[in-house]
Nanobody, 127 residues
């Protein structure tokens, strides 16, 4: 069974930084699978934020975070990181680590098709 354990998150001021971590266990991925984060703010739909091909280097970012967020991975430790810089109040949301095929992250398949997701961690950015 796939398990994703997240850490990081918290409350910061606008312009500050945070780093999220996600460690996977039991995940047997294909060449098309990605790991990343989606987020959900109150009253808004889920949004894919960033993803990286599992064991690879190709990445995806939603336009609103390009140039501010960086996703990376440590394949030896099955851990994915999301470095979030220059945070804005509109980045406030619960961030969920998730794993699944690439089509999900670029909007061609439903989030319901994800292989696994974490428990979520709150990122709160005040102005």
């Amino acid at each position: 069974r796939v398990q994703l354990v997240e850490s990081g998150g918290g409350s910061v001021q606008a312009g500050e930084s945070l780093r999220l971590s996600c460690t996977a266990s039991g995940y047997s991925h294909t060449a098309d699978d990605c790991m990343g984060w989606f987020r959900q703010a109150p009253g808004k739909e889920r949004e894919a934020v960033a993803a990286i091909v599992a064991g690879g280097s190709n990445t995806f970012y939603v336009d609103s975070v390009k140039g501010r967020f960086t996703i990376s991975q440590d394949t030896a430790n099955n851990t994915v990181y999301l470095q979030m810089n220059s945070l804005k109040p509109e980045d406030t949301a619960i961030y969920y680590c998730a794993a699944g095929r690439s089509a999900i992250w670029v909007g061609y398949d439903s989030f319901d098709s994800l292989d696994a997701w974490g428990q979520g961690t709150l990122v709160a950015v005040s102005s």
